[in-house]
């Protein structure tokens, strides 16, 4: 019995050593080799949800562009074109006319335009005194507001010339140029 008993610790003995040789080296790599590929596909799937992320933005983003692409002409028209500065102002004179106004404009110092290097437009700084009745007034500034061309008035300064009812207002604001080599939507 004594050498049954020492058969049977040694083929157990040997049935743990074998389990622990398969397991140190078959099962300890393989558990480790999975852990690794999970963590790649982990990384991988976070790397795709930005992409695809990504990608819904871009097509967004496309669409927003096609949308303003299509109304860029629209959009063209509230800037003064390039070398057009003075049918801008003629078009003020106009409307001031249409209303008996007379309008003085005072000169525009050349380095108060903003150079469109940063932006598809240059600013242009513009000021003007007109002299008439009150209600012209309010239809002059209706009129430019109904302008195509967008003019930003900033200030307008009233007085009261004499008891005719005339006034004279000072309207400052600003007009802003279209620069075509900066203007790709």
Known sequence: MNSNKKKIAIIVSAFVIIIFIIEFFLVAP???EIKKIN???RIEAEMLETKIQQGQFLKKVVQDFKSVESRK?????????????LEFITQLEI???????????????????TDGKTSIAKTMPLSL????????LLKFL???????????????????LNK????????IGTAFILEFENTTL
């Open 30 to 32: 393989t558990l480790k």
């Open 39 to 41: 963590n790649d596909i």
């Open 73 to 85: 002409n629209e959009i063209d028209t509230l800037f003064i074109q390039n070398g057009k500065e």
């Open 164 to 171: 005719q009812g005339n006034i004279t207002a000072e309207i």
């Open 95 to 113: 409307i001031s006319q249409k209303y008996n106004l007379e309008p003085v404009f005072t000169k525009i110092d050349k380095k108060n335009l």
């Open 129 to 136: 005194k007109i002299e008439g009745g009150f209600e012209q």
């Open 142 to 160: 209706s009129d430019i507001e109904a302008l195509d061309t967008y003019f930003n008035i900033s200030n307008i300064s009233i007085n009261s």
